[in-house]
């Protein structure tokens, strides 16, 4: 079973920074589109970004635009969500995902691979 592994969430003060990191050592990020989804308690999941591979289009949500940008590392192998200007509604756990044939056109939750979930909580 490939794994993804997100991490990088933690505390932080309104208007903050954080970078989250996606990693796997089981496929190459860099032949899949990747995202990020969140979900804060009480609330459905919810896409925040993606990034295909094809034409390097990346998408993110109304909600965060102008705030989180993504980025992948293809000899790093690694995925990234910059986050700034961080507000507590963006309080919630960040999974990571990949999948060979999605693209990154949509919101659905249809990606096979997920991480494991970094929580990141803004706080006064």
């Known amino acids: 079973q490939f794994q993804l592994v997100d991490s990088g969430g933690g505390l932080v003060q309104p208007g903050d920074s954080l970078k989250l990191s996606c990693t796997t050592s089981?496929?190459?990020?860099?032949?899949?589109?990747i995202g990020w989804f969140r979900q804060a308690p009480g609330k459905e999941r919810e896409w925040v970004s993606c990034s295909g591979i094809r034409n390097g289009l990346t998408r993110v949500a109304d909600s965060v635009k102008g705030r989180f940008a993504i980025s992948r590392d293809d000899a790093g192998n690694t995925a990234y969500l910059q986050m700034n200007s961080l507000k507590p509604e963006d309080s919630a756990i960040y999974y990571c995902?990949?999948?060979?044939?999605?693209?990154?056109?949509?919101?659905?939750?249809?990606?096979?691979?997920w991480g494991q979930g970094t929580q990141v909580t803004v706080s006064p």
């Open positions: 089981d496929f190459a990020l860099g032949s899949y589109t």
């Open positions: 995902v990949a999948d060979l044939y999605v693209r990154c056109d949509g919101t659905d939750e249809i990606y096979k691979y």
